[in-house]
């Protein structure tokens, strides 16, 4: 037997004891799987833009990129649903080529009575008490001071006669979507106007534009990220973010990632959307009526599978809660028909219990047609994936630990056991013991169809190569269980 020393010399006299310590059989390391953030920060936040900064709380994040900023909503959102994770956040400077979004709150009817106004603004409640002599003005200017005074709101506030005029405190597209309205609750949850009160709400709107992702993504650098929060859906940046998991997952990066948005409509406008993508490595929930803003929405349910799919890529997600945001009302609650074709148009969905608390349904990827224009389910499922990342880092370091230095022979040449030197059929070998480890732990079947696949072979034009089809079968979920009720009235029939 010959015993693969690599640094303990041949020549040795002295005497007599020495040792080298050989860890290529002991790793069982895994992979960081990190998330990023991706968001704007207010002006004059002490955040650097386009660099990202490893972050661990929502309070942390409101004193680096500002507080009531998108990055820190998102941030907030994320760690109420995933606190053990390792997030980074990239923080965006708005653009002098974005606008800011506004609106209005227009007192046309002061109280009566005495009560109390539920405003919510972008899902956040503020509340503010009137009385019968309070005039128009007298609430503008109250509701303008009580909005200014929540910091995490995403607005801010200046009262003019009995108009409040409210501005989105980043700029850009997105801010068209913060939400406003009164008592959201309703009745039933103890909010309702006041007698006499009544105010006109004028949406927000006028915002324009994205910030460049080209920068803040270059700066990544080859760290990887698996799970990545875009708030952005315009096509340009969903185009971007694309070009760039592309590249990640290529031969010559082996990084992976995926990435995850939420696009806001009714039924049709969430179909006719998620039909114009086709991303394998993109995630689209759809979202219709919540007061919560979609980057909140996105932040948020990405925390809420991201703790599952880094403990078993393989257990399907339905049922996750999603924590930290307010599901639509019911008129707007999409019903299974709606979801069910969501689903066959690359939108994910989501539940809402009679509690109001969100789940989980099905998390998708964008990707639904092959190069030729025809249906492709092969990369349907997000877990299927994160399986992949899964099954292929572990290959990665199984390998790179074994046979990081050895010496490659034909199968058939006779050399002595311990020998630094491998054969194809040694390597095969290996990975069907490998694969049955895989499939013992749940990450893929078939260990007898896999072995007879499995294809190990020199490489015919280099000699020093190895050519493997590793032809796996990963893991299925259970998501689908139909059963027939075939009952009787009688026995015997």
Do not use: C, H, W
């Given at each position: 037997m010959t015993v693969p020393f690599a640094t303990i010399p041949q020549n040795l006299r002295t005497p007599l004891f020495f040792v080298e310590f050989d860890n290529s059989m002991a790793n069982t390391a895994t992979a960081t799987q990190r998330t990023l953030l991706i968001g704007q920060m207010l002006d004059g936040a002490a955040g650097k833009d386009s660099i990202p900064e490893r972050i661990t709380s929502g309070t942390q994040a409101a004193e680096r990129f500002g507080r009531g900023s998108m990055l820190h909503t998102e941030a907030d959102a994320y760690f109420r649903n995933d606190t053990a994770g390792e997030v980074w956040a990239l923080p965006l400077a708005d653009t002098e080529s974005q606008t800011a979004t506004a609106g209005k709150l227009k007192i046309t009817s002061a109280a009566n009575d005495t009560g109390v106004i539920s405003l919510y603004i972008a899902g956040i409640r503020v509340q503010m008490a009137v009385v019968a002599t309070d005039t128009a003005e007298v609430i503008a200017t109250g509701l303008a001071k009580v909005i200014n005074r929540n910091a995490n709101l995403p607005v801010t506030a200046a009262a003019e006669a009995d108009t409040v005029t409210l501005t989105a405190k980043n700029k850009g597209a997105h801010g068209n979507g913060i939400d406003i309205r009164l008592?959201?609750?309703?009745?039933?949850?103890?909010?309702?106007?006041?007698?006499?009160?009544?105010?006109?709400?004028?949406?927000?709107?006028?915002?324009?534009?994205?910030?460049?992702?080209?920068?803040?993504?270059?700066?990544?650098?080859?760290?990887?990220?698996?799970?990545?929060?875009?708030?952005?859906?315009?096509?340009?940046?969903l185009d971007v973010v694309k070009t760039f998991l592309a590249d990640r997952w290529a031969w010559d990066k082996q990084l992976y990632g995926h990435s995850y948005g939420v696009i806001t409509g009714t039924y049709g406008q969430l179909a006719d959307f998620g039909e114009k993508r086709n991303d394998q490595h993109a995630t689209l929930l759809g979202v219709n009526g919540s007061p919560s803003p979609d980057y909140q929405w996105s932040a948020a349910y990405t925390g809420a599978i991201a703790q599952s799919l880094r403990n078993d890529p393989g257990r399907p997600l339905q049922t996750l809660v999603i924590s930290g945001v307010l599901p639509p009302d019911d008129t707007k609650i999409l019903e299974l028909t709606e979801r069910n074709n969501l689903l066959h148009s690359g939108i994910s969905t989501f539940t809402v219990d009679d509690d109001?608390?969100?789940?989980?349904?099905?998390?998708?990827?964008?990707?639904?047609?092959?190069?030729?224009?025809?249906?492709?389910?092969?990369?349907?499922?997000?877990?299927?994936?994160?399986?992949?990342?899964?099954?292929?880092?572990y290959l990665r370091t199984q390998v790179t630990s074994k046979f990081g230095r050895m010496k490659l022979a034909d199968d058939g040449t006779r050399f002595a056991p311990g020998s630094a030197i491998v054969t194809p059929n040694i390597i095969r070998a290996e990975l069907i013991a490998q694969y049955g480890f895989l499939e013992f732990n749940g990450h893929v079947q078939d260990a007898k169809g896999f072995a007879a696949g499995l294809k190990v072979e020199r490489n015919s034009q280099n000699p020093n190569r190895v050519d493997v089809l590793w032809t796996g079968t990963l893991i299925n979920q259970l998501r689908v269980f139909a059963l027939l009720n075939q009952f009787r009235l009688m026995p015997g029939n």
């Open positions: 008592n959201y609750l309703g009745l039933t949850g103890g909010e309702s106007t006041p007698s006499g009160f009544e105010m006109t709400i004028t949406a927000m709107s006028g915002g324009n534009g994205a910030p460049d992702l080209l920068n803040g993504l270059a700066n990544l650098k080859d760290r990887s990220f698996d799970f990545i929060v875009n708030p952005y859906t315009d096509t340009a940046s109001g608390t969100v789940r989980v349904e099905n998390i998708i990827t964008t990707y639904q047609k092959n190069a030729y224009g025809d249906n492709d389910d092969s990369y349907l499922q997000v877990e299927t994936l994160y399986l992949l990342m899964f099954v292929s880092r």
